[in-house]
């Protein structure tokens, strides 16, 4: 028998789950036909069935035997013929229980004889399948079931699967509790590329049983839990923004959706669901959202980031040697920063601790939890939105070395890849002018490597009945990967120190660097050559990059031919005009080397100052 | 002290995400000839070139959230600075855009006005 065969058969429309425009994809329709099923059932029954031989019965016929044997000891044979060799009718009953059953009824009188019962041993040493075997039995299973074609996994009624049946793995509760998630591993470990899984027709009524798949599949697109037993929207929350590329989903035949008439609830029920799962398209068959808006929304309008702007050249070079000086030595030793903050200086944290949107697959397998421990943050977070009392808002600014000192030693240690990976990282840096300073705000990702010095949960713990709430006393937050923003104000200080005046620090859960990959490396690249020169101020010694057209905005880079590229370069190089006045010269200019010079040595004494570069 | 700026900080923020949401080429008061925008890739300066800019941006109904809000006094006289952390929803769309921004205010006369706007989405 081939059960790749009825896999198909089971679900043979399976192009319903990438066909968004077929709206008639009503329950059975999709999903095969119902008498397959049946006979289906009928062929699993066999073989999930113990075989049991009867003696004593010939004083009448053996229909009348099997129909005594139901109605007495309520056991069903099925199957029953007899044995024409040996004269033994010999059938089967549903389960080892009912074969249990029947034994007990040994001697009972039947047409003026005893009626012997006797199970026929055949299963019995696969039923106690060792641990290997049962590897060996859900892996076959998962082939069996796997369409590597259309990467889909076919996991319909599972229960009656005869290979498992026979091996017992539904015998009890517990094992059946125990199957799925085993059945989740050995897809891990087999690296099983599934985008599609159907569940249907599995008596389900919550995600408990199931919920590994989304830690397995996070990928997975399309979802049945067709003819399940699902009645509350609430177990969906299981897997709230863990499913962030499903699709579609299919819940018909399920009561949740099947008994509900009022549309209200109808509509409520999908806003939850398209607020659980992001990315949800189609629901039943039916187009929830347009998915076009969708995936524009999702990919963002706004393409083409550069991870770095600097005003010039000066600030180039003194924000990245600060930078990478500054990331070195928190995560080195945060103690070494302190010559950089004096008494007026001021540090803040705030944590953004909502959920994620999208999961960022790169971390998920060794960061389970998604970095979403917050609780060495949150007791020092100065979020304005939360923190209302004046005092705590007070309270929770550092001023001067002291109390910055502090605040660091609250923080877990950290690691910054800023050296090997400078393109988890973005920056952003101005003058400042009033201080004659620069203002420098990063993004990036860093990750935990060790509790904090100092806890920052041990201060308020003694703080009477508030302690409560705070993160359990020994119980120490999980270490992860965590994003973060960072707004520095730094100002020079006396012989050509710096001072860090002002320094904003948000944590939010880990982002990856998405919203800045698309860029040239180069710029990246600059920052940690900066390192080499442990002077703040250095622009002397350094050489000075020669920019290249890959530095131009992507979006003006889109409207210029590469010849014109290299003309702007080369005229924002040499006239030190802005942006916006190096176009226009060019375009004035036709777009001409010579051209562009004379007119803009003709020109240069009358141009506004905001027409040249900071 | 004699202006609260935490106050002014958040009430700014909140004046600023309901005009942009409600009608965004109204932003314009809110910045002057010398403000710098930083939108994701783009540099703008100048008032009229940032909400030219803003006003641009490919969406029609936009929504900001606000997740979280610090600020500090950034010089003797008075400048604040603003990190926020918020969502952004776009043309009704149920999932939001994270982002942060920062904000330079710098005192005006009785009010303030934005120095400088850094703009990012985060992606997550």
Same mark, same amino acid.
């Given at each position: 028998?081939?059960?790749?065969?009825?896999?198909?058969?089971?679900?043979?429309?399976?192009?319903?789950?990438?066909?968004?425009?077929?709206?008639?994809?009503?329950?059975?329709?999709?999903?095969?036909?119902?008498?397959?099923?049946?006979?289906?059932?009928?062929?699993?029954?066999?073989?999930?069935?113990?075989?049991?031989?009867?003696?004593?019965?010939?004083?009448?016929?053996?229909?009348?035997?099997?129909?005594?044997?139901?109605?007495?000891?309520?056991?069903?044979?099925?199957?029953?013929?007899?044995?024409?060799?040996?004269?033994?009718?010999?059938?089967?009953?549903?389960?080892?229980?009912?074969?249990?059953?029947?034994?007990?009824?040994?001697?009972?009188?039947?047409?003026?004889?005893?009626?012997?019962?006797?199970?026929?041993?055949?299963?019995?040493?696969?039923?106690?399948?060792?641990?290997?075997?049962?590897?060996?039995?859900?892996?076959?299973?998962?082939?069996?079931?796997?369409?590597?074609?259309?990467?889909?996994?076919?996991?319909?009624?599972?229960?009656?699967?005869?290979?498992?049946?026979?091996?017992?793995?539904?015998? @009890?509760?517990?094992? *059946?509790?125990?199957?799925?998630?085993?059945?989740?591993?050995?897809?891990?470990?087999?690296?099983?590329?599934?985008?599609?899984?159907?569940?249907?027709?599995?008596?389900?009524?919550?995600? @408990?049983?199931?919920?590994?798949?989304?830690?397995?599949?996070?990928?997975?697109?399309?979802? *049945?839990?067709?003819?399940?037993?699902?009645?509350?929207?609430?177990?969906?929350?299981?897997?709230?923004?863990?499913?962030?590329?499903?699709?579609?989903?299919?819940?018909?035949?399920?009561?949740?959706?099947?008994?509900?008439?009022?549309?209200?609830?109808?509509?409520?029920?999908?806003?939850?669901?398209?607020?659980?799962?992001?990315?949800?398209?189609?629901?039943?068959?039916?187009?929830?959202?347009?998915?076009?808006?969708? @995936?524009?929304?999702?990919?963002?309008?706004?393409?083409?980031?550069?991870?770095?702007?600097?005003?010039?050249?000066?600030?180039?070079?003194?924000?990245?040697?600060?930078?990478?000086?500054?990331?070195?030595?928190?995560?080195?030793?945060?103690?070494?920063?302190?010559?950089?903050?004096?008494?007026?200086?001021?540090?803040?944290?705030?944590?953004?601790?909502?959920?994620?949107?999208?999961?960022?697959?790169?971390?998920?397998?060794?960061?389970?939890?998604?970095?979403?421990?917050?609780?060495?943050?949150?007791?020092?977070?100065?979020?304005?939105?939360?923190?209302? @009392?004046?005092?705590?808002?007070?309270?929770?600014?550092?001023?001067?070395?002291?109390?910055?000192?502090?605040?660091?030693?609250?923080?877990?240690?950290?690691?910054?890849?800023l050296m090997t990976n400078p393109d988890l990282f973005s920056m952003e840096c101005f003058r400042f002018p009033l201080l004659n300073g620069i203002m420098i705000v990063i993004h990036g990702s860093f990750e935990e490597t060790a509790q904090p010095e100092t806890d920052p949960n041990a201060n308020n713990a003694q703080n009477g009945p508030r302690g409560r709430f705070n993160h359990p006393k020994h119980k120490k937050p999980a270490l992860s990967k965590k994003s973060f923003d960072r707004t520095f104000v730094v100002i020079p200080g006396p012989n050509g120190s710096m001072i860090v005046a002002s320094d904003l620090l948000s944590i939010r859960p880990h982002a990856g660097k998405d919203a800045w990959n698309t860029v040239a490396k180069v710029p990246a690249a600059a920052i940690a050559s900066g390192t080499a020169s442990p002077a703040p101020v250095a622009p002397v010694g350094v050489p000075q990059r020669v920019p290249t057209p890959a530095d131009l905005p992507q979006d003006i880079k889109a409207n210029l031919n590469p010849l014109q590229q290299e003309l702007l370069v080369k005229i924002l190089v040499e006239t030190k005009l802005n942006m916006q006045y190096s176009i226009m010269l060019c375009e004035q200019s036709n777009w001409d080397y010579q051209q562009c010079t004379i007119n803009f040595k003709n020109s240069a004494a009358t141009l506004p100052r905001e027409a040249f570069a900071a | 002290m004699s202006v609260d700026f935490n106050t002014v900080a958040t009430e700014f923020c909140h004046f600023y995400y309901q005009q942009f949401d409600s009608d965004r080429t109204q932003l314009g008061n809110l910045y002057r000839d010398q403000s710098m925008l930083t939108f994701e890739t783009s540099q703008l300066q100048g008032a009229k070139d940032i909400v030219e800019k803003l006003v641009s941006l490919p969406f029609q109904k936009v929504a900001h959230r606000i997740s979280t809000l610090d600020a500090q006094p950034a010089s003797p006289s008075g400048d604040i600075l603003v990190m926020v952390t918020g969502e952004l929803l776009i043309d009704e769309e149920q999932n939001a855009q994270r982002y942060s921004q920062v904000f330079h205010l710098i005192p005006d006369g009785n009010s303030y006005y934005v120095f400088n706007d850094i703009f990012r989405l985060n992606y997550s």
């Open positions: 028998m081939s059960y790749r065969g009825r896999g198909r058969g089971g679900f043979h429309n399976q192009n319903n789950f990438n066909n968004r425009n077929n709206n008639n994809n009503q329950n059975n329709g999709a999903f095969g036909n119902p008498q397959n099923h049946q006979n289906q059932a009928e062929q699993f029954a066999a073989q999930n069935s113990v075989p049991i031989e009867i003696v004593g019965w010939n004083g009448a016929s053996p229909a009348e035997c099997i129909s005594f044997i139901s109605r007495k000891c309520r056991v069903a044979v099925s199957n029953y013929n007899v044995d024409p060799g040996s004269g033994i009718l010999k059938g089967y009953v549903k389960n080892q229980n009912d074969a249990a059953t029947l034994m007990n009824w040994n001697g009972v009188k039947f047409a003026g004889q005893s009626l012997k019962f006797s199970k026929v041993n055949v299963g019995s040493q696969v039923q106690s399948a060792t641990t290997s075997n049962a590897i060996e039995v859900i892996t076959n299973f998962l082939k069996s079931r796997y369409q590597p074609d259309i990467k889909l996994l076919n996991l319909t009624n599972v229960k009656s699967d005869p290979n498992l049946s026979a091996q017992g793995f539904f015998g @009890s509760i517990s094992t *059946s509790s125990k199957f799925f998630p085993a059945l989740m591993k050995v897809a891990e470990d087999n690296k099983l590329d599934v985008l599609s899984v159907d569940l249907s027709a599995n008596e389900l009524s919550d995600l @408990s049983s199931i919920s590994t798949l989304a830690h397995t599949f996070p990928q997975l697109q399309n979802l *049945s839990l067709m003819n399940n037993n699902f009645n509350k929207l609430k177990v969906f929350e299981t897997w709230r923004h863990k499913l962030n590329f499903l699709r579609e989903l299919i819940l018909g035949g399920n009561p949740l959706l099947a008994n509900q008439t009022n549309p209200a609830e109808i509509n409520k029920i999908k806003l939850e669901l398209m607020k659980s799962f992001p990315r949800l398209v189609v629901l039943d068959g039916e187009i929830l959202r347009n998915e076009q808006l969708l @995936s524009t929304t999702l990919s963002l309008p706004f393409t083409g980031s550069t991870s770095m702007f600097f005003q010039d050249e000066e600030i180039r070079n003194m924000s990245t040697n600060f930078i990478s000086n500054y990331l070195k030595l928190w995560d080195g030793n945060r103690g070494d920063l302190m010559i950089l903050y004096q008494s007026e200086s001021q540090f803040s944290i705030q944590v953004d601790s909502s959920h994620p949107y999208l999961l960022d697959t790169t971390t998920t397998t060794s960061y389970s939890n998604g970095g979403t421990d917050f609780g060495n943050y949150l007791s020092n977070s100065r979020n304005l939105t939360r923190v209302s @009392s004046i005092k705590s808002r007070i309270s929770r600014v550092a001023i001067g070395q002291e109390q910055i000192f502090k605040a660091f030693n609250q923080l877990p240690k950290t690691r910054h890849d | -």
